[in-house]
Nanobody, 124 residues
Framework: QVQLVESGGGLAQTGGSLRLVCAAS????????MAWFRQVPGKEREFVAA???????FFRNSVKGRFTISRDNTNNTVYLQMSDLKPEDTAVYYCAAGFNNEPFYYLRHQYGYWGQGTQVTVSA
């Protein structure tokens, strides 16, 4: 079965960097659309970045220029490189995978598979 396992979260200072890693298994990785979402208590899970199987990338406006999403099809791995971190980036970050080819990459329901999440905390 499909498994997505996130790692790389932790504590960072404002202006620092972290790289999140999502290891995927049980799926045809090269055919998948991948994304990162994040969630804080009491709020809805929100879109952060997407990487389509065509290698098109999309980002939430508040992270443009600071975050980069990439994939390694050989190792079935997706990365989220985060730089210039801000306290408002604090959240649990989730890796998502889907095979729906509709162009709504920012919608949670486009993705059928989710990881358990990794905590990112940015201190001021």
């Amino acid at each position: 079965q499909v498994q997505l396992v996130e790692s790389g979260g932790g504590l960072a200072q404002t202006g620092g960097s972290l790289r999140l890693v999502c290891a995927a298994s049980g799926l045809t990785f090269s055919d998948s659309h991948m994304a990162w979402f994040r969630q804080v208590p009491g709020k809805e899970r929100e879109f952060v970045a997407a990487l389509r199987k065509s290698d098109e990338t999309f980002f939430r406006n508040s992270v443009k220029g600071r975050f980069t999403i990439s994939r390694d099809n050989t190792n079935n791995t997706v990365y989220l490189q985060m730089s210039d971190l801000k306290p408002e980036d604090t959240a649990v970050y989730y890796c998502a995978a889907g095979f729906n080819n509709e162009p709504f990459y920012y919608l949670r329901h486009q993705y059928g598979y989710w990881g358990q999440g990794t905590q990112v905390t940015v201190s001021a």
